[in-house]
């Protein structure tokens, strides 16, 4: 059973810096994608951020988040995605998901439990 556990997450004021984890177990998938989404109160669909391609470190981010800075990376030795976020403003206030999308067959999505970053002004 796939499981994603994020970490990282909290309070921080504005302009501040949090790095988000997640670290990824129980799959032996060799063709996946993992990236961050995140949700906001209100918000019914998860707003995507960033996404890494396990394979060959590749990486796609949103324009808001290309612009602001944010960096996604892995580590392929602890199955684990990071996101370092600077310069946060209230805004990105939000719950943050960890997402792994498997390639092969029709395509699968894992989600994590989230974690809360809250960024006050």
């Known amino acids: 059973q796939v499981q994603l556990v994020e970490s990282g997450g909290g309070l921080v004021q504005a302009g501040g810096s949090l790095r988000l984890s997640c670290a990824a177990s129980?799959?032996?998938?060799?063709?996946?994608?993992m990236g961050w989404f995140r949700q906001t109160p209100g918000k019914e669909q998860r707003e995507f951020v960033a996404?890494?391609?396990?394979?060959?470190?590749?990486?796609?981010y949103a324009d808001s988040a290309k612009a602001r800075g944010f960096t996604i990376s892995r580590d392929k030795d602890k199955n684990t995605i990071y996101l370092q976020m600077n310069k946060l403003k209230p805004e990105d206030t939000a719950v943050y998901y960890c997402n792994l999308y498997r390639y092969e067959g029709t395509g699968s999505d894992y989600w994590g439990q989230g974690t809360q970053v809250t960024v006050s002004s």
């Open positions: 129980g799959h032996t998938f060799s063709d996946i994608r």
């Open positions: 996404r890494i391609r396990w394979s060959d470190g590749s990486t796609y």
